[in-house]
């Protein structure tokens, strides 16, 4: 079964940059790289998405490996909002979301 | 806009008894999907939608559960003769259109407990 494998978790310090690896080493030629994040008690939410570019919006930067399989969230100032759960997600029809990166914010 | 709505937002039942739980897409929305999220899990796929039809629902769990939506909205899970061991939050995503190419946007969730 094609999944994704993450870290379980990391930590940071208020405002340095976070870079959150994720491994998709089966994914097919036209699936998507997506990354949410579920805050404590909440919803996933979408931060980024991507093809084979590194992708850049107000979130975060995706950076993608040349060859797809492995990409990295970049959380250029962490805050203390940032910390969550962090899934990188296997695209496709359907969705598979492992257990995700819980990443943890030092003031 | 109005966000993926879900309701109830808690349901608490007692074991064997029927369940339905709602979703409210974002309108425009043709892709409706289905997860659940058990206690300190990650997020389980259930089921897929693409506009009414269902191309996948390799992710239910057992014959108890069935979904169905009605054209591009409202979207309904049903848990027959619940059992302990589906307590967990019942969350729906929506998004532009299937496969991978859109974001989902997930609603807040259903709470569900069965004692």
């Known amino acids: 079964d094609a999944k994704t494998t993450q870290p379980n978790s990391m930590e940071s310090n208020e405002e340095e940059p976070v870079h959150l690896p994720c491994n998709h080493s089966?994914?097919?030629?036209?699936?998507?790289i997506h990354w949410y994040r579920q805050l404590p008690s909440q919803g996933p939410e979408y931060v980024i998405h991507?093809?084979?570019s590194n992708v850049n919006n107000r979130m975060a930067s995706l950076a993608i490996a040349e060859d797809r399989k492995s990409s990295t969230l970049i959380l250029h100032r962490a805050t203390l909002r940032d910390a969550a759960v962090y899934y990188c997600?296997?695209?496709?029809?359907?969705?598979?979301f492992g257990p995700g990166t819980r990443l943890s914010v030092l003031p | 806009g109005a966000g993926v709505s879900q309701s109830p937002s808690n349901k608490v039942t007692e074991k064997g008894k029927d369940v339905e739980l709602r979703c409210d897409p974002i309108?425009?929305?043709?892709?409706l999907y289905w997860y659940r999220q058990r206690l300190g899990q990650g997020l389980e796929f259930l089921i897929y939608?693409?506009?009414?039809?269902?191309?996948?629902k390799s992710g239910l769990p057992s014959d108890r559960f069935s979904a169905e939506r009605t054209g591009e909205s409202v979207s309904t899970l049903t848990i027959q003769r619940t059992q302990q061991e589906d307590s967990a939050v019942y969350l729906c995503?929506?998004?532009?259109?299937?496969?991978?190419?859109?974001?989902?946007?997930f609603g807040p969730g259903t709470r569900l407990t069965v004692t």
């Open positions: 991507g093809l084979t």
């Open positions: 089966t994914i097919s030629g036209t699936d998507y």
């Open positions: 939608f693409q506009g009414n039809s269902a191309p996948d």
């Open positions: 309108s425009g929305h043709t892709a």
């Open positions: 997600p296997r695209g496709g029809q359907n969705f598979v």
């Open positions: 995503a929506s998004s532009l259109g299937g496969w991978s190419s859109y974001e989902q946007y």
